[in-house]
Structures are given as C-alpha cells and as structure tokens.
C-alpha cells in the first residue's frame, strides 16, 4: 500500500497550490480519502474528508470556502485545491485512506505528506 503525496512548496499568502495524494496496492475506489495537516508543535487536523464516491465532502472552518477536496477514481488520486492561502496555512499535509466502520477503522494508511510553505 502506497499513499504519496506531491505538489507542496512555497508560495506566497493569497497564492494557491494544489496537493496530490496517488495511490496503489489497495482498491480505492472503496476508500474515504481525507488530507490532514501538521504545522511544528500543534496537533495533526483534519483538512477536509470525502467519501468513496466521492459524493460528500467535508472541511474544517478554518479551510472551507478556500480549499477543495476531489478524486479521480479512474487515477487512484485525490486533490487538494488550495486558493487564498494564508499564513496560518502552513504545515505538512498528510494524505489518508481509510475503510469499514470506524473510527478505528480496520485499514487506515497514511502518506509521508508534503510540505507547504507560506511566505513573502
């Protein structure tokens, strides 16, 4: 099973990036995707959620209106649009699959994350 995520670096506040998480080893199209993030010193947080289908998503407070969760089932792949980014945005994003009831979910993978960086 492999989660890896791409498409993090520096941008400035008010710029925009959008993260990729591909995955493999493990039938997708099953699983909830959700990004998570973790900046120095504070807790890991959900981001925003989606389901397997695709159909229902969800944010936190602090991202919704300026972030976008998507999937391309057919590519094993989900995106994190990311707009109006701002200086409390920054941390390592993390990409996670789960499936079955939970929480705790009987499978649950996590990626490495990437970075991103917000900065004049």
């Known amino acids: 099973v492999q989660l890896v995520e791409s498409g993090g670096g520096l941008v400035q506040p008010g710029g925009s990036l959008t993260l990729l998480c591909a995955a493999s080893?493990?039938?997708?199209?099953?699983?909830?995707m959700s990004w998570y993030r973790q900046a120095p010193g504070k807790e890991r947080e959900l981001v925003a959620a989606?389901?397997?289908?695709?159909?229902?998503?969800n944010y936190a407070g602090s991202v919704k209106g300026r972030f976008t969760i998507s999937r391309a089932n057919a590519k094993n792949t989900v995106y994190l649009q990311m707009i109006s980014l701002k200086p409390e945005d920054p941390a390592v994003y993390y990409c996670?699959?789960?499936?079955?009831?939970?929480?705790?979910?009987?499978?649950?993978?996590w990626g490495q994350g990437t970075q991103v960086t917000v900065s004049s």
């Open positions: 996670n699959a789960v499936h079955g009831l939970g929480p705790p979910y009987e499978y649950d993978y």
């Open positions: 080893g493990f039938t997708f199209s099953s699983y909830a």
């Open positions: 989606i389901n397997s289908a695709g159909g229902s998503t």
